[in-house]
């Protein structure tokens, strides 16, 4: 609902009542992340795993808070703990490519974790959308398609694979598939400045 200081609150007082409450202090931590206050969120996650073993899960919470803060190299440490725990955690996987990306600009590295969490998640259109961009920047265009088309069917309401998949087929001339594409990314996300200069070119264009 949008009410993150009442969020926080109800569940301090619910800690209050049951300190070091393991269930509870996830879903503190939790909140904390999705409320964007990632160091409470490390402290709370932290407080749950001296309680119990760490579980793969938690070692990935703590690992998507710190790449919240944009600490990649503590955070791709986290996804890697969290992997050797659990070799079928393909959200930590897919996460070690994001850093590649992000951090290293290692595009070869990226594209092996990509497709390690696509094996394990082959039908997860956040991952396929990913990859598919990926691949356009390895110059893979016809797979980079392929996979941008697979995640636009699975999940047709994500504005960013309308727009990716809008500027690869204006790169490959496709003037008309590009156009449809990039005006649902305009209709899903009016304010998607990228979009809306992509549009303008191809209109100027035709």
């Known amino acids: 609902l949008g009410r993150q200081r009442e969020a926080i609150a109800a569940i301090a007082d619910a800690l209050k009542q049951k ?18 206050h990632q160091v409470e969120a490390i402290h709370s996650f932290l407080e749950a795993a001296h309680l119990r073993t760490p579980t793969s899960e938690i070692l990935f919470q703590i690992g998507m808070s710190f790449f919240l803060s944009r600490e990649y190299g503590r955070a791709a440490r986290h996804f890697e703990e969290a992997r050797k725990l659990d070799e079928r955690n393909d959200k930590a996987e897919f996460m070690l490519g ?12 990226a594209k092996g974790h990509y497709e390690r969490a696509l094996t394990l998640q082959p039908d997860n259109p956040h991952y396929l959308m990913h990859y598919g961009v990926l691949l356009v920047q ?53 304010e998607m400045a990228r979009a809306q200069y992509q549009l303008a070119i191809l209109y100027r264009q035709s």
């Open 98 to 109: 994001v850093i590649d990306v992000i951090k290293d600009h290692n595009e070869a590295g």
């Open 19 to 36: 300190p070091g409450d393991y269930d509870l202090l996830l879903e503190q931590a939790h909140i904390y992340q999705r409320s964007g």
């Open 138 to 190: 390895l110059d893979e265009l016809d797979q980079a398609a392929v996979n941008l088309e697979k995640a636009r069917k699975l999940d047709p309401s994500n504005p960013l694979t309308h727009f990716n998949l809008g500027r690869l087929y204006r790169h490959q001339g496709e003037a008309a598939k590009a156009r449809v594409e990039l005006e649902e990314a305009v209709r899903l996300r009016p």
